[in-house]
């Protein structure tokens, strides 16, 4: 099993949406200094976590792809559930 492995077609989405919340957070931090309305500021902050939901769910899949197949595939299959239960008690809190 290969450690860290993000498939091509999955690193360049991951990248690209990492950028659009790189933005997002660019633009929170600048309606801050500009005193904007606090309800545009809220607004501005649930897109941002929004796009990382996005990230979570890309790199998650990506990691099903890869990581937990490979783990299946060579009889690993109580390590792979024992990673999809410790993400989903992470997603839940």
């Given amino acids: 099993m290969i450690h860290g492995h993000i498939q091509p077609e999955y690193g360049k989405r991951l990248s690209h949406r990492l950028k659009i919340a790189q933005g997002q957070l660019r633009g929170l931090e600048k309606m801050i200094t500009e ?3 606090c309800v545009d500021i809220f607004y501005q902050s649930l897109a941002i976590q929004e796009s990382l939901k996005s990230f979570d769910g890309l790199i998650f899949e990506n990691h099903l ?7 299946f595939k060579n009889g690993e299959e109580a ?3 024992q990673e999809l239960l410790k993400i989903y008690k992470l997603k839940r809190k």
């Fill in 35 to 37: 005193h904007a309305y």
């Fill in 65 to 71: 792809k890869t990581h937990i197949a490979d783990q």
């Fill in 79 to 81: 390590k792979a559930l």
